[in-house]
């Protein structure tokens, strides 16, 4: 009687078991069944929403559900980090932001959650070069003849940013490593009114996004002296690479990605990863992306978590470095 009695409770708990175990996997094949909503980290209109509303119509069609862009902008894109960490794990709220996440724990002080533990990335989804733009007074037309007018003028010249601990900000302070230079910094509140600075002559040079450069660039209003993909941009094809210009090490590019909370099933995050492999391959959405000068990568789950780690290490020394603080 003892051995029957032993065989029906070891039978239950193997039922138990099962039932947990399959629960994960009936929750993934039935997800999802109401509205996903998109948290985007920036304000509408910027890149990051841009690129969100491109994909939006692709991701309704493929997942069967209304996508809702819920835009979260605030303290460089922490407010929407912040929302994302809290959000029950269950592929309902996810998050498209941009290149701000790795530095930002080393920016902002006594954040209320872990950025490496508690944002789970999935995906890079989009990635967009930078520019080395100088006004057309700035005698220079190459990189190495911008460095040798900077060196003659050390401490004397400065560059734009859109803002304190903005990509932009950080990679021209590792450019400024590379080349042993002197530039003070001025912050602006974006890229728009860095640019406008700059078409201006208040400001001779930056680093800015080629959304933003290569309209000017075909302009005739600024100069462009490097681009920093790997290849050169089909949208400005004249500009060499930095590679090209002497600085194969120097590549960092801006870009976009896709994270969810921790403790979300795998079987969502495939879904998920999924569905946006679909909308960056329909036509309409890679038309608005190359409008947006912004190229469609979709890599996989473990590149782009170690594309976060690496910055969050490059970029953190850095920041301790050169004691910059977010604005």
């Known amino acids: ?75 460089g894109g922490t407010v929407a980090e912040g929302l994302l960490a809290r959000s029950a794990p269950d592929g309902y709220n996810i998050m498209l932001t941009a290149d701000s996440v790795p ?14 533990k508690d944002l789970v990335p999935v995906s890079l989804l989009v990635r967009i070069p930078l520019v080395l733009l100088v006004h057309p007074a700035v005698p220079a037309t190459t990189v190495k003849e911008f460095v040798e007018y900077a060196r003659a003028n050390n401490g004397k ?11 932009n900000h950080l990679y021209f302070e590792v450019f400024k ?27 001779p040079v930056m680093l800015i996004s080629a959304t933003l450069a290569a309209p000017q660039v075909a302009a005739g209003k600024v100069r462009a002296l490097a681009v920093t993909s790997e290849k050169r941009s089909p949208l400005m094809p004249s500009v060499p690479t930095f ?15 896709l ?5 979300t099933p795998p079987a969502v995050i495939a879904r998920l990863t999924s569905a946006f492999a679909s909308a960056l391959k329909s036509p309409d959405v890679l ?11 979709m890599s996989t789950q473990a590149e782009f978590t170690s594309l976060i780690h690496k910055d969050y290490e490059v970029l953190g020394k850095l920041i301790r470095d050169r004691n910059i603080k977010a604005q």
């Not at 530095?103 to 490496?116: E, I, Q, S």
């Not at 490593?177 to 400001?203: F, Q, R, S």
């Not at 590679?243 to 990605?257: K, L």
């Open 1 to 75: 009687m003892l051995k029957r009695a032993f065989v029906r409770q070891l039978l239950a708990l193997s039922a138990a078991v099962c039932s947990l175990s399959a629960a994960p996997l009936a929750f993934a094949q039935e997800w999802p069944s109401k509205p996903i909503h998109i948290i985007v980290s920036f304000a509408p209109g910027g890149l990051t929403d841009l690129i969100a509303r491109a994909m939006q119509p692709k991701l309704t069609e493929v997942l069967g559900q209304t996508v809702i862009i819920d835009n979260r902008p605030g303290a």
């Open 103 to 116: 530095a930002n724990p080393h920016l902002v002080a006594n954040l209320p959650y872990d950025t490496l």
């Open 157 to 167: 010249i400065s560059y734009a940013s859109p803002g304190i601990g903005t990509s």
């Open 177 to 203: 490593d590379l080349t042993h230079l002197e530039m003070p910094h001025i912050a602006y509140k974006g890229g728009g009114p860095a640019m406008t600075d700059l078409l201006g002559g208040h400001v």
């Open 243 to 257: 590679a090209e210009s002497g600085y194969p090490d120097f590549h960092p590019q801006q870009w976009t990605g």
């Open 259 to 263: 994270f969810v909370p921790a403790g």
């Open 287 to 297: 038309a608005r992306l190359t409008e947006l000068r912004a190229e469609p990568v």
